[in-house]
């Protein structure tokens, strides 16, 4: 008999429920996943975020079984599912999968397709209906269990594809860039839906996605990969806020890295990554000594433009106030509720700056600008 109810309310498990350990897979000469090592508990929504053709799809492929590992193995509840001589057939793995293009079966209505996975098992009767109907109404889509898909929009169809998954009741969810066909307005739509659906299900989920901002409003952490490698991995909070490399905080948010010089006073910074810097005087006179040919120590600092703060010129002063950095206006951006400025700092190694502000500056114009804030970065990496 089925189980209608499959999901507990969301409690976070301390053992992880599911395990990848020195994961590596190639193709040809190419090596794509290098010795990841991940963990994912149960109940956890965990973003796995990155850029086009680093390795996320392939990691979630192993993990569903559709592609063998060439090194290290993939454990769920302790049991191993792959290594490199030994594989479970996806379909004994527990896993359900959404990917980008809803893969519904055309001629079945909406509740067939929900149920499909249940009639294999052999699930008939009132646990049949109502199982579809548990599902659909997770989804929202209670109302369109006798629809055919074609008469659905993308993001219906998208809801129709995850009660299928609900109800063949995975021990996880594997979601491949479910929201890519999407409009905007409807990725909004549906990033609400994921939302709920884990907060009210506890289901583990483990979403691919190249869309930093998805990853960010969904998961409640997030795993970032470049070139096959795991990058960090941590809340949305701590990957903005504390990003470890110069590549990620370019990745993750606006910003700019800023080269600082570190001697004097300044000397903390040479040594210490990972640390937010809130002295402004400090600031300013590390990047105005970071010169290009300078051979003394040298940090990266990352400066978000919500921590700079663009000052009026004064019409009486020759130039900026002597607390400011000074800084030309290069680029001015409308965008809605503020205006995005591109400034060139003068007397800095790295030149620019990008900037909010809730007016508009002219190209060419002459600012001050004053850094409240910047975040220490491994330098090289
Ligand atoms: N079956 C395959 N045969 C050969 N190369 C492959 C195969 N599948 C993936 N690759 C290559 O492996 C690399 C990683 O691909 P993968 O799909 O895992 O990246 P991704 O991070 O999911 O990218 P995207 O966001 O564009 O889907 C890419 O360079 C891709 O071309």
Redo the contacts with the bound molecule.
Sequence with gaps: MAQLNPYKPPVLGDKPLLQLKQLRRS??H?A??KDLDLQVSQGQFLALL??????????LRMVAGFEQPDAGSIHLDGVVLANATHSVPAEQRGMGMVFQSYALWPHMTVGDNVGYALKLRGVKGQDYGRAIEQALAQVELAEKRDAMPHELSGGQKQRVALARCIAAEPRVILLD?PLANLDRHLRHTMEDAFRRLHRQSGATLIY?T?DQAEAMALADEVAV?HQGQLVQRGTPQQIYRQPRTPWLARFIGQGSVLKAEACGALANMARTEGQCIADSALLHQAIRWALPDSRKAQRQILVRPEHVRVLEPSPHADGPAPDSLAACVVDCVFKGERYQLMLRLAHAAEPHLMVFSHKPHAIGALVGVVIEQAWTLVSGA
């Design positions: 193709y040809g190419q794509v996943v990155g850029p086009s053709g680093c390795g996320k799809t392939t990691t860039e691919v190249h990969m």
